[in-house]
């Protein structure tokens, strides 16, 4: 098993994106134990689902690329490094929320946030396999002899 990572120049960017988030994130968990959530959110079916779904996988999304997509490699599988941690912060909250007198712990939203987290870093490796099929294309196109004068 080895560490891979893909050195991004844009590394602290990202860093900063997830910072931001994270705080976000922090904010609204306050406000949710506290029970200062607006009301009006209520009426989207499912919000409690929707919510774990989109904020966890953001969260999963961005620590990806401030750890410039590190993850543990073994053979042709790859586990991203965001995954096994942001889905520890998710449970140790679950369980928090299961302590806390107005909030519940739910298996239910633990899934949501694995699924969450599944689905952004899906679309990462499938972004990054359209990118490079792209950048493939576009080299392959190129040929040198076309470009020459007769």
Same mark, same amino acid.
């Given at each position: $098993? ?20 994270? !705080? ?7 406000? &949710? ?23 966890? !996988?953001? *969260? &999963?999304? *961005? ?10 490699? /073994? ?13 520890? #912060? ?11 007198? #107005?909030?519940?712990?739910?298996? /239910? ?7 969450? $987290?599944?689905?952004?870093? !899906? ?14 294309? $576009?080299? !392959? &196109? ?5 470009? &020459?004068?007769?």
């Amino acid at each position: $098993m080895r560490l891979t990572r893909r050195p991004d120049p844009h590394v602290r960017r990202w860093q900063l994106a997830w910072l931001t988030f994270a !705080g976000l994130l922090a904010g609204i968990f306050a406000l &949710a134990y506290v029970g200062r959530i607006p009301r009006i959110i209520a009426l989207l079916p499912h919000y409690d689902v929707w919510g774990h779904l989109v904020l966890y !996988g953001l *969260l &999963a999304y *961005l620590t990806h690329r401030g750890l410039q997509r590190a993850g543990l490699q /073994r053979g042709a599988l790859t586990l991203p490094l965001a995954l096994p941690s942001v889905f520890t #912060l998710a449970a140790v909250e679950e369980l928090l929320q299961g302590l806390a007198p #107005l909030r519940s712990a739910s298996w /239910r939203d633990l899934a949501a946030d694995l699924a969450g $987290m599944l689905i952004a870093l !899906g679309v990462d490796v499938l972004w990054l396999r359209w990118h490079q099929e792209q950048a493939a294309t $576009m080299l !392959g &196109a190129i040929d040198p002899l076309e470009r &020459a004068d007769p």
